[in-house]
């Protein structure tokens, strides 16, 4: 799972996209707005942070909605520090 999600972290354009999630939710309409970058190139982004679980969507009319989907931050957050106190206990052996 922490491979898929740096993965898709990797990439500045879906880090600017869950920038603008973090402060909405917004339809792939709307995110597609604020960039230069073509309909099909936002959709896969989209899709990138969909399968790292990153982000949610729902259908609402014709629109899909996406939101941040903060219980996966929240994990990704333990696993790192509990790597770090792994990593900070090693280091003064």
């Not at 354009?13 to 960039?35: D, N, P, V, W």
């Amino acid at each position: 799972m922490l491979s898929r999600t740096f993965s898709a972290l990797s990439d500045p354009t879906r880090r600017k996209i869950l920038e603008y999630l973090k402060m909405e939710e917004m339809s792939a309409g709307q995110i597609g707005q604020k960039f230069n970058i073509t309909a099909p190139s936002i959709s896969h982004h989209l899709n990138v942070l969909k399968q790292a679980d990153l982000v949610y969507s729902r259908r609402q009319g014709q629109e899909i909605i996406y939101s941040l989907n903060l219980s996966v931050f929240e994990e990704i957050s333990e696993q790192v520090m509990t790597f770090l106190k792994i990593r900070s206990k090693n280091s003064k052996l």
